[in-house]
T-cell receptor, first 112, second 112 residues
């Protein structure tokens, strides 16, 4: 079956530090890949996505590249801010309904 | 558009009571998904509908859980009887073609 494995958290960084959150996946067919962000007390918001190999998704300074050869979709940001503190979920969609399969989530805390 | 609307935001109930969670999807979205989020198991897909028809309920944990979608603008998730281990955040999400999911803000259920 499909699965997503995310880097264990929590992750604590100082403001302006470089962020990497690792994500690897197992899937049949050609999944789309996503990063979602969840702020405290809120639902999940789409951060970025990539629909095919070598695509790069980007938004708000975050980037991730769909690497089929390593089955990875690592999230990066060059300079994090306090406002980036949240839980980040890697996910893939597949199947006839394109249902989402999520990783376990990574809690990010950015200190001023 | 107001987005996906879930109610209530918080629910506290006693073990054995019936609980009903509600969801209004985005107008025009033909898929609706119910997810459960817990610390132990992360985000799990419980059930999804296409054009108001339940397609896959293999994620529903037990017969105590049931879900309905009587029309395109309303869905319910019912737990009867509720148990403390049902305590979680329940999310509803909807989408139309492609991968454009929109999540609600969730219902935090506490069963005491």
């Amino acid at each position: 079956g499909n699965s997503v494995t995310q880097m264990e958290g929590p992750v604590t960084l100082s403001e302006e530090a470089f962020l990497t959150i690792n994500c690897t996946y197992t899937a049949t067919g050609y999944p789309s890949l996503f990063w979602y962000v969840q702020y405290p007390g809120e639902g999940l918001q789409l951060l970025l996505k990539a629909t095919k190999a070598d695509d790069k998704g980007s938004n708000k300074g975050f980037e991730a590249t769909y690497r089929k050869e390593t089955t990875s979709f690592h999230l990066e940001k060059g300079s994090v801010q306090v406002s980036d503190s949240a839980v980040y979920f890697c996910a893939l969609s597949s199947g006839s309904a394109r249902q989402l399969t999520f990783g376990s989530g990574t809690q990010l805390t950015v200190l001023p | 558009d107001a987005g996906v609307i879930q109610s209530p935001r918080h629910e506290v109930t006693e073990m054995g009571q019936e609980v009903t969670l509600r969801c209004k999807p985005i107008s025009g979205h033909d898929y609706l998904f119910w997810y459960r989020q817990t610390m132990m198991r992360g985000l799990e897909l419980l059930i999804y509908f296409n054009n108001n028809v339940p397609i896959d309920d293999s994620g529903m944990p037990e017969d105590r859980f049931s879900a309905k979608m009587p029309n395109a603008s309303f869905s319910t998730l019912k737990i009867q009887p509720s148990e403390p281990r049902d305590s979680a955040v329940y999310f509803c999400a909807s989408r139309t073609g492609g991968d454009g999911y929109t999540f609600g803000s969730g219902t935090r259920l506490t069963v005491v």
